[in-house]
């Protein structure tokens, strides 16, 4: 196995059944041209993929998982290096690999006006699936994926996991040897993703399939017989998962204090020397250290450290920081660092809402939700894909009005002022929205116009974007043509332009690496500090533990509110004794199966 310390190629893997190399990747370079910039989507790399194993391709937007996988499908071509598929070379047989293998884009080419059946009678026309082997191919997918009862819906009256499934069906109407899944699991709720896992798992093992998946999400490494870790184009280790989770035994600890509210200790631990990761887990501060070894915390003098099971993600994390510096300093907060109460924060709620109805049709898409959100608190709404929190996050923010109830926004009816309260807030969404075809520059200068800034104050917020985002060497690059990472601070950037006091983010992180992330919500916690008001939406259930408190929802309905200790603790079974925040939400959900099926 590569030794996971720095990038590396990979030959010599864990022992298994099989040693049949169904793809083999040998010192595959690939460079493509973005704007004026030269982007090396893949440097050297070398890695196998065995039959009937899950192998996985790890590692955040950019990391150069889909160039591999596009690779791998004979779609382009090497500019150095070889892939074999099946002992086929990919690049001079492509039309060979494609026949033989089946693969699933990221954005599956599904026909929203065609139902289920449609789509997949027209895949299987497209893959030449005899008529007389479909209906029992149709009942074994349909089956499989719990689409059955479905079949006569259009596909784009689908929630996003079922148009995922019926994605994975088409694929595999005609049974491939080698499956090749590029982010299947992208933008679909924690209920979908184990469903989606369920099916691959199934593929594997029943039908003996192997497996080539790339994904985002680094918990979701321990579900892959192997991982291969990519970043920035280069493999920094290839081999069992728990390989890479034992080399961070005894580093991974968790602090508390009574004294000092969670956010402002986990900026002190941060800037503490021989811890590498610092991030909130609940009402405590989940740390990685440099070495194996319980760090001595005096300060404050109340802390209490306990030893941790480390995670995936801890190696990942350990790796990107020895390899990049900060990008961009986080502003200094002072109220962070003394945990003192934050400034701009009142007494009461800030955003209220009353019994909130939206109906579409005959259709309620939220019905009879209520909750507060206090000044400077972080409050995340979590729920599965078509749960209504999409809806109700729409109609908070101003786009869409309510069908019943009452919801004020620093203190305005959004009945009858949604324009004045929109001013007051600063959203960001989950797609990159800003305008692709002017610069860095330019976008800051529109959305500070926009806001009603002028003259010198709209210089001056200008400057100080571009100095606190680290925005300055891209300052004249064209934002479609930037990297996810600067994309997601530029968002940010002009969402905070008019110094908002409550900012609205919808699934802000999706795709970032790790330590983006963890610098992503930094800000948020200098600002939530500083008594800005944070409603935010995500699938990333480690990342919902930074919130204050969570309302998670479900056909349009609040199944459970409060922090997410008090919602963890609520689900304590004898089947999850220390559930986690997944465990809860999966939970939830599956109690509420009857109420969802009767609507």
């Known amino acids: 196995m590569t030794d996971a310390a720095g990038p590396a190629g990979a030959d010599d893997l864990p022992g ?3 040693d049949e190399r169904v793809l083999q990747v040998r010192r595959v370079s690939k460079r493509f041209t973005a704007g004026k910039r030269q982007v090396h989507a893949l440097r050297d790399v070398t890695l196998d993929a065995r039959a009937g194993l899950i192998t996985g391709l790890l590692g955040p937007d950019g990391a150069g998982k889909t160039t591999l996988m596009r690779l791998s499908a004979g779609l382009l071509e090497p500019d150095a290096g070889e892939i074999r598929v099946l002992g086929l070379d990919a690049a001079k047989q492509s039309l060979a690999v494609q026949a033989t293998i089946g693969y699933m884009p990221q954005r599956f080419g599904l026909y929203e006006d065609l139902t289920v059946q449609e789509n997949l009678d027209l895949y299987a026309d497209l893959q030449d699936v005899a008529e007389d082997q479909r209906p029992q191919r149709y009942r074994e997918l349909m089956h499989m994926t719990g689409l059955a009862p ?12 079922m148009k995922q499934k019926l994605g994975l069906a088409c694929t595999l109407v005609r049974p491939p040897r080698l499956l090749l899944l590029d982010e299947p699991t992208v933008g679909v709720d924690p209920v979908s993703r184990r469903e989606l ?3 691959i798992d199934r593929l594997v093992r029943k039908e003996r399939m192997s497996v080539l998946l790339s994904t985002a999400y680094l918990d979701e490494a321990e579900r892959c017989d192997e991982v291969a870790l990519l970043h920035e184009g280069q493999l920094f280790g290839h081999g069992a998962p728990g390989t890479f ?6 580093r991974v600890f968790l602090v508390s204090s009574a004294s000092l509210r969670k956010r402002p200790l986990q900026e002190r631990l941060t800037a503490r020397n021989g811890i590498v990761d610092a991030v909130i887990q609940g009402e405590r501060v989940r740390i990685v250290t440099a070495d194996a070894a319980q760090p001595a915390i005096d300060d404050p003098a109340d802390a ?3 030893a941790t099971e480390p995670r995936f993600e801890d190696t990942f994390v350990a790796l990107l920081k020895g390899e990049r ?5 986080v502003p200094p ?6 945990g003192a109460v934050p400034a701009r924060a009142q007494p009461g709620p800030v955003i209220r809402v009353q019994h909130l109805q939206r109906r579409f049709g005959d259709f309620y898409a939220v019905k009879d939700v209520s909750f507060e959100v206090d000044a400077g608190e972080v409050f995340g709404l979590l729920g599965a894909n078509g749960a209504g ?20 926004v620093a203190g305005l009816d959004l009945r009858h002022a949604r324009a004045t309260a929109r001013a007051r807030i600063g959203y960001m969404s989950q797609k990159f929205s800003l305008y692709g075809n002017l610069t860095v520059g330019e976008n800051l200068q529109f959305f500070a116009s926009a806001y009603g800034l002028t003259g010198s104050r709209c210089s001056e917020r200008v400057r100080w974007a571009q100095a606190q985002f680290a925005l300055e060497p891209v300052t004249d690059t064209t934002s479609a043509d930037l990297p996810l990472g600067y994309k997601q601070r530029l968002a940010l950037a002009c969402a905070l332009m008019h110094e908002p006091d409550i900012l609205f983010l919808d699934e802000p992180t999706s795709g970032v690496d790790p330590l983006a992330r963890r610098e992503f919500w930094r800000r948020i916690n200098a600002l939530a500090e500083d008594g800005v008001t944070v409603l935010v939406t995500t699938h990333f259930m480690e990342e919902a533990e930074y919130c204050d408190r969570l309302a998670i929802m479900d056909a349009g309905e609040i199944l459970a509110l409060g922090t997410p200790e008090a919602i963890k603790a609520g689900c304590h079974d004898g089947q999850h004794p220390q559930p986690s925040l997944e465990d809860a939400f999966i939970q939830l959900l599956q109690q509420n199966q009857p109420a969802r099926a009767a609507s």
């Open 304 to 306: 209490e450290v306990a």
């Open 245 to 250: 989770t034992a080399r961070m035994g005894g």
């Open 333 to 338: 907060n002072h109220r962070a660092a003394t």
């Open 16 to 18: 298994d059944t099989s």
């Open 325 to 329: 510096p900060s990008a961009g300093a």
């Open 389 to 408: 929190k999409s809806t109700t996050f729409r109609m908070l923010c101003g786009l869409l009005p309510a069908s019943g109830g009452e919801l004020s």
């Open 150 to 161: 479905f079949t006569g819906r259009l596909a784009g009256r689908l929630s996003g996991g």
């Open 197 to 199: 896992w369920q099916i």
